[in-house]
Nanobody, 123 residues
Framework: QLQLVESGGGLVQAGDSLRLSCVAT????????LGWFRQASGEGAKQRQF????????VYEDSVKGRFTISRDNAKNTVYLQMNSLKPEDTDVYYC????????????????WGQGTQVTVSS
């Protein structure tokens, strides 16, 4: 079993930056693909939207390309999401997730989930 714990969310102004972190415990980290998803207020887990994923390659949702960067440090069992040039429409709860081996862009493909961290961007 893999446990994931996110941190780094907060309230910022438009144009600011945040770095989200997700620490994994319980199993070897290196063989998993890791993703970040977002969930809007009032929506359920099945409606989580893809943001970025990393295995041996990275992939991004179009609206965050050039602004967000996903990275991982296997020695620290940690995946990061560097969020720059934040916009009010980036406001959501952000979740990290893990699945075996390969990247995927749908929430249903991921087996392990963190508890989420709130990101709020004011205009």
């Amino acid at each position: 079993q893999l446990q994931l714990v996110e941190s780094g969310g907060g309230l910022v102004q438009a144009g600011d930056s945040l770095r989200l972190s997700c620490v994994a415990t319980g199993r070897s980290f290196g063989s998993y693909a890791l993703g970040w998803f977002r969930q809007a207020s009032g929506e359920g887990a099945k409606q989580r939207q893809f943001v970025a994923a990393i295995s041996d390659v990275t992939v991004y949702e179009d609206s965050v390309k050039g602004r967000f960067t996903i990275s991982r440090d296997n020695a620290k069992n940690t995946v990061y999401l560097q969020m720059n040039s934040l916009k009010p429409e980036d406001t959501d709860v952000y979740y990290c997730a893990a699945r075996d081996l390969w990247n995927a862009q749908t929430a249903a493909a991921y087996k392990y989930w963190g508890q989420g961290t709130q990101v709020t961007v004011s205009s």
